[in-house]
């Protein structure tokens, strides 16, 4: 089973990135299950969700703990926030910055992807909502939902142009990832 | 048909399926998403149920009764604080014996105020004369809705019924479920069928007043009726199994499920979604070639006591986790279910844990340690645990007490 956790700020769509991302392994063949982190959201205040991946059921109603991935959509969050924490040996942090993994105020053993989604965002929707573009760098630097899946669910969670778009946007970062 | 739903849409969906006539609603996190998603339902014509938006909870029950006598199908949903205020009129529906279903979203009781889970709301309704179904997953909690309209509207029973989710932790998961089609609900749920109705033309008085010459024998036929929707959800559960394919514990009247427990010489009994992460330690202890079962009560009221002692007879320890205390006692599970053995002859230790009050997260650890400590119990008579040490908090953080004030 694979654990992702995804660190955003209230506002963000943390939670519906990780219901895409569930929805996504779902239309990959996978078993999947996404959930927030049941706290009280406020606007700009550090969230959380998380994602479970697996080839069979998933049952577990526990947090996550000890996630294999890390998502952060916001990099004025590593200041703030543990993102490391708990992190599985040989974990990937896939952080939404417009620097180069080395450049990134992180000492981790851990794989570090980065990717400007914010600026490929301003691109494709003139607006910073990031949560596609991120969605097509996790679907790259993981595998662990195809692209072609990725894009069906943003189409069906973004009706009409904006939906196309945001498949535009997922799409760029998948290509640069 | 397979699809990604939250818990909370799922439900709505089963909902819709059941197709009922009135649903009064009221919000309360987190159940309103719940009713928020019939309102859209209803908005968008997918359903042609009257949407009644009351003034409270109390209201939202005393409509569901009202509109329940009238002989329509009901749905409602609530949680906590909210329950509370529908308790009042619901203990008239049992003794009016009206069937309604409502959806409850488990929501701990304040004070202190918080919006997470726990079992407390709808533990502190057991004497109600209501069915209860609690639901490990998001399929079990859209199933149940289908299995509570079936059960509480039966002429032998007609009984409140409600269906339990755990508020957040099943409510806001996204997970795999499968949808009911019209045409498989029509056959496992027949139109409603009242036997007695408010009707202007042929007016009759329900639940109006009984002197003491009257009174207890319509207690007790409710007592009747509650225990008799055991044989009910028995073949419920049968015909479910029939028309959608998913089976919930047909071989236990539908009334319990058990994982693992056919050697178990430890078996750990608890309800709800927290069951989805003991399979796991389960799974742990099993490979090591511990033998550690798990036994899910499906329905908490009527009490499964004969199922219970079938499929826990034969173990050497139990330790009950439950997110309920009754204050005073100990947690209301473990009280019935050491009544059921106890009163059957057995002498298994049975240890109480509380868990999960409020949201707080029952993790692989706390299960472990639970597990462990059952074990040292193997072997040894309930009277080793005695009345001093009732229940064990798991985990309590002893540095956020006051301080024992008999020191």
């Known amino acids: 089973m694979k654990q992702i956790r995804i660190h955003g700020r209230g506002g963000q769509g943390s939670v519906t990135m990780a219901s895409m991302l569930a929805k996504a392994a779902f239309e990959t063949g996978k078993e999947s299950q996404g959930f927030p982190s049941f706290g009280v959201e406020r606007l700009g205040a550090p969230i959380e969700a998380f994602v479970r991946i697996d080839n069979k059921k998933i049952t577990d109603r526990s947090q996550v703990y000890n996630p294999d991935i890390v998502i952060v959509q916001?990099?004025?969050?590593?200041?703030?926030?543990?993102?490391?924490?708990?992190?599985?040996?040989?974990?990937?942090?896939?952080?939404n910055s417009s620097e180069g993994p080395?450049?990134?105020?992180?000492?981790?053993?851990?794989?570090?992807?980065?990717?400007?989604?914010?600026?490929?965002?301003?691109?494709?929707?003139?607006?910073?909502i990031m949560n596609t573009a991120l969605c097509g760098a996790f679907a790259k630097a993981t595998g662990l939902v195809d692209r072609e899946s990725m894009a069906r669910v943003i189409k069906e969670t973004f009706e009409g142009e904006i939906g196309e778009k945001n498949v535009k946007a997922m799409s760029e970062a998948y290509e640069v990832c | 048909m397979k699809k990604m739903l939250a818990g909370y849409d799922a439900v709505a969906e089963a909902v819709k399926a059941c197709d009922?006539?009135?649903?009064?609603?009221y919000p309360i996190?987190?159940?309103?998403?719940?009713?928020?998603?019939?309102?859209?339902?209803?908005?968008?014509?997918?359903?042609?149920?009257?949407?009644?938006?009351?003034?409270?909870?109390?209201?939202?029950?005393?409509?569901?009764?009202?509109?329940?006598?009238?002989?329509?199908?009901?749905?409602?949903?609530?949680?906590?604080?909210?329950?509370?205020?529908?308790?009042?009129?619901?203990?008239?529906?049992?003794?009016?014996r009206l069937p309604l279903v409502l959806g409850i979203a488990n929501r701990s009781l304040s004070a202190p105020l918080s919006i997470w889970g726990d079992h407390t709301d709808t533990f502190a309704e057991r004497d109600g004369g209501m069915i209860q179904f609690y639901a490990e997953d998001v399929q079990e909690a859209m199933d149940n809705i289908a299995l509570a309209y079936r059960v509480a509207e039966d002429k032998d029973i007609l009984l409140p019924a409600l269906s339990c989710l755990d508020g957040f932790i099943l409510t806001h998961v996204q997970e795999k479920v499968d949808t009911f089609t019209q045409r498989e609900m029509k056959e496992f749920l027949p139109e409603r069928d009242p036997v007695h109705t408010l009707d202007p033309s042929n007016p009759t008085t329900m639940g109006a007043y009984a002197r003491p010459e009257h009174w207890t024998e319509t207690r007790y036929e409710v007592q009747r009726a509650v225990k008799r929707s055991k044989d009910k959800i028995g073949e419920a559960v049968e015909e479910f199994a029939d028309v959608f394919g998913r089976e919930y514990g047909l071989?236990?009247?539908?009334?319990?499920?058990?994982?693992?427990?056919?050697?178990?010489?430890?078996?750990?009994?608890?309800?709800?979604?927290?069951?989805?992460?003991?399979?796991?330690?389960?799974?742990?202890?099993?490979?090591?070639g511990e033998k550690v079962g798990l036994v899910k009560p499906r329905v908490y009221r009527p009490f499964p006591a004969e199922e219970l002692n079938k499929v826990l007879g034969d173990a050497e320890a139990i330790a009950v986790m439950e997110k309920d205390v009754s204050l005073g006692y100990q947690g209301g599970l473990a009280i019935d279910l050491k009544s059921a053995l106890y009163s059957n002859g057995s002498r298994i230790p049975v240890l109480n844990y509380i868990v999960g009050l409020a949201g707080r997260d029952v993790t692989k650890d706390v299960i472990k340690k639970v597990v462990e400590e059952t074990k040292e119990m193997r072997g040894k008579d309930p009277s080793d645990i005695g009345l001093e040490e009732e229940e064990r908090w798991e985990p309590l953080r002893e540095e956020l007490l006051p301080g024992d004030k008999d020191d």
Do not use: W
């Not at chain 1, 916001?74 to 952080?95: R, T």
């Not at chain 2, 009922?20 to 609603?25: K, L, N, R």
């Not at chain 2, 949407?51 to 009901?74: C, H, K, L, M, Q």
């Open chain 1, 74 to 95: 916001d990099s004025s969050l590593l200041k703030l926030v543990d993102v490391e924490k708990g992190l599985k040996e040989g974990g990937m942090i896939i952080v």
């Open chain 1, 102 to 128: 080395g450049d990134l105020d992180l000492e981790t053993d851990a794989e570090i992807v980065t990717v400007n989604a914010t600026d490929i965002a301003m691109k494709h929707l003139g607006r910073p």
């Open chain 2, 20 to 25: 009922p006539d009135v649903i009064p609603a």
């Open chain 2, 29 to 96: 996190t987190p159940q309103t998403d719940i009713v928020e998603r019939i309102s859209e339902m209803i908005a968008d014509g997918e359903l042609t149920s009257e949407y009644v938006r009351v003034d409270s909870e109390f209201n939202a029950a005393s409509t569901a009764i009202g509109a329940s006598a009238a002989g329509a199908r009901i749905f409602t949903a609530t949680c906590s604080q909210g329950l509370k205020l529908m308790s009042e009129p619901i203990f008239s529906a049992s003794g009016m």
């Open chain 2, 251 to 288: 071989e236990h009247n539908g009334l319990l499920e058990t994982y693992r427990t056919e050697d178990a010489d430890v078996i750990i009994v608890a309800l709800g979604s927290v069951c989805g992460t003991i399979r796991y330690v389960i799974d742990e202890y099993r490979e090591k």
